[in-house]
């Protein structure tokens, strides 16, 4: 901290830091949207995965009625084989890809913490000088 002899080499050595911290704030802003958006799309692919499995139940037991008309029977088998693809469609996304890629996103993500951390720490430590030296 004693690089830094006067006020003004203070001023300006914060704003660039602070510069440099709304980068990697922004940074971390982006990954946690990224975190939730991922989340939603989670959500929303297995409660369509729910509603095909509840349509398929359904239309099972429809079919197994032995009193339908065949028009209603080939109604609710082509309903059944849209259904079964629906759901096949929704087993066949990636989940959580796990592994690798999981580890170096918690890599990025700790690695963008910690810059936050240490340039805060920075501007605590500039301003203090700054404080320190005679105006």
Excluded: W
């Amino acid at each position: 901290m004693n690089k830094l002899k006067t006020r003004a080499q203070c001023l300006d050595a914060k704003e660039k830091l602070e510069a440099e911290l709304d980068g990697y704030q922004n940074r971390d802003n982006n990954l946690a949207f990224q975190d939730r958006r991922e989340g939603r799309a989670d959500a929303s692919a297995a409660s369509r995965l729910s509603k095909a499995t509840a349509r398929i139940a359904q239309l099972t037991d429809q079919l197994a009625q032995t009193d339908l008309s065949e028009k209603d029977r080939l109604r609710y088998q082509r309903e059944l084989v849209t259904a079964n693809y629906q759901k096949d469609l929704l087993d066949l996304r990636p989940t959580s890809t796990g592994g690798v890629d999981e580890f170096l996103a918690d890599v990025d993500s700790d690695q963008v913490d910690a810059q936050v951390a240490l340039l805060t720490q920075a501007i605590a430590d500039v301003q203090a000088r700054h404080d320190a030296l005679p105006a």
